[in-house]
Protein backbone atom coordinates (compact mmCIF):
# COMPACT_ATOMS: atom_id res chain seq x y z
CA UNK A 1 0.00 0.00 0.00
CA UNK A 2 1.37 3.45 -0.87
CA UNK A 3 0.35 7.10 -0.27
CA UNK A 4 -1.00 9.35 2.62
CA UNK A 5 -3.65 8.40 5.77
CA UNK A 6 -4.10 10.26 9.22
CA UNK A 7 -5.65 10.39 11.84
CA UNK A 8 -7.09 12.81 14.38
CA UNK A 9 -7.60 11.69 18.06
CA UNK A 10 -9.29 14.35 20.81
CA UNK A 11 -6.65 13.68 23.55
CA UNK A 12 -9.16 16.08 25.87
CA UNK A 13 -12.78 13.50 25.13
CA UNK A 14 -10.58 10.04 23.66
CA UNK A 15 -12.68 10.29 20.77
CA UNK A 16 -12.23 10.58 17.26
CA UNK A 17 -11.85 14.31 16.27
CA UNK A 18 -14.74 14.18 13.45
CA UNK A 19 -15.01 16.82 10.86
CA UNK A 20 -11.29 18.00 10.69
CA UNK A 21 -10.29 20.00 7.45
CA UNK A 22 -7.29 18.71 6.33
CA UNK A 23 -5.28 19.82 3.19
CA UNK A 24 -2.26 18.84 1.67
CA UNK A 25 0.49 21.03 0.21
CA UNK A 26 4.05 20.68 -1.53
CA UNK A 27 6.95 22.70 -0.64
CA UNK A 28 5.71 25.82 -1.87
CA UNK A 29 2.21 25.48 -0.14
CA UNK A 30 0.36 24.20 -3.36
CA UNK A 31 -2.95 22.48 -2.64
CA UNK A 32 -2.88 18.79 -3.77
CA UNK A 33 -5.44 17.01 -1.77
CA UNK A 34 -8.05 18.00 0.74
CA UNK A 35 -10.64 16.40 3.35
CA UNK A 36 -12.82 16.16 6.46
CA UNK A 37 -12.18 13.70 9.12
CA UNK A 38 -14.71 10.75 9.12
CA UNK A 39 -16.71 9.08 12.28
CA UNK A 40 -13.14 7.27 13.25
CA UNK A 41 -11.42 10.50 12.51
CA UNK A 42 -9.77 9.60 10.24
CA UNK A 43 -8.83 9.98 6.22
CA UNK A 44 -7.56 6.81 4.67
CA UNK A 45 -6.31 8.07 1.64
CA UNK A 46 -5.50 11.74 1.79
CA UNK A 47 -4.28 12.25 -1.85
CA UNK A 48 -5.04 9.88 -5.02
CA UNK A 49 -2.04 10.65 -6.99
CA UNK A 50 1.56 9.45 -5.93
CA UNK A 51 3.51 10.91 -3.64
CA UNK A 52 6.98 11.56 -5.41
CA UNK A 53 9.75 12.45 -3.30
CA UNK A 54 9.87 15.42 -1.41
CA UNK A 55 8.82 17.94 1.28
CA UNK A 56 5.20 18.21 1.88
CA UNK A 57 2.46 19.71 4.31
CA UNK A 58 -0.56 18.57 6.17
CA UNK A 59 -2.45 21.10 7.31
CA UNK A 60 -5.31 20.61 9.81
CA UNK A 61 -7.74 23.52 10.69
CA UNK A 62 -8.05 23.23 14.10
CA UNK A 63 -9.38 26.34 14.59
CA UNK A 64 -12.76 25.77 13.00
CA UNK A 65 -12.82 22.07 14.14
CA UNK A 66 -12.41 23.72 17.87
CA UNK A 67 -15.04 26.82 17.23
CA UNK A 68 -17.29 23.90 16.32
CA UNK A 69 -17.38 22.35 19.04
CA UNK A 70 -17.16 24.96 21.30
CA UNK A 71 -13.60 24.92 22.85
CA UNK A 72 -11.33 27.26 23.69
CA UNK A 73 -7.86 26.35 22.50
CA UNK A 74 -4.43 27.97 21.33
CA UNK A 75 -3.75 26.38 17.71
CA UNK A 76 -5.86 27.81 14.81
CA UNK A 77 -3.84 25.44 12.37
CA UNK A 78 -1.20 22.31 12.35
CA UNK A 79 1.07 22.27 9.84
CA UNK A 80 2.87 19.25 9.78
CA UNK A 81 6.07 19.41 7.78
CA UNK A 82 7.32 15.69 6.59
CA UNK A 83 9.64 14.28 3.87
CA UNK A 84 8.63 11.72 1.47
CA UNK A 85 11.68 9.63 0.47
CA UNK A 86 10.22 6.45 -0.90
CA UNK A 87 7.05 6.99 -3.43
CA UNK A 88 6.46 3.17 -3.00
CA UNK A 89 5.93 3.29 0.99
CA UNK A 90 2.66 4.55 2.74
CA UNK A 91 3.08 7.36 5.03
CA UNK A 92 0.68 7.97 8.10
CA UNK A 93 0.48 10.71 10.34
CA UNK A 94 -1.41 10.90 13.04
CA UNK A 95 -2.18 13.62 15.28
CA UNK A 96 -3.23 13.78 19.01
CA UNK A 97 -4.90 16.98 19.06
CA UNK A 98 -5.87 18.76 22.66
CA UNK A 99 -6.44 22.90 23.57
CA UNK A 100 -3.17 23.49 24.26
CA UNK A 101 -0.88 20.69 22.83
CA UNK A 102 -0.75 18.43 20.25
CA UNK A 103 1.72 15.88 18.87
CA UNK A 104 2.12 14.01 15.78
CA UNK A 105 4.42 10.45 14.94
CA UNK A 106 5.34 8.79 11.60
CA UNK A 107 2.88 5.77 12.01
CA UNK A 108 2.50 2.76 9.77
Keep these: MTGLST ?7 GSPAVGVEVCLQDAS ?3 LASGTTDSDGRIGKVNTDALV ?5 LV ?5 WFADNDIKAFYPEIDI ?3 VDDADRHYH ?9 YSTYRGS
Excluded at 7 to 13: G, Y
Excluded at 53 to 57: D, K, N, S, T
Excluded at 93 to 101: E, R, Y
Design 93 to 101: VPVLLSPFA
Design 81 to 83: CFE
Design 29 to 31: GTE
Design 60 to 64: FDTGN
Design 53 to 57: PGVYH
Design 7 to 13: HVLDATS
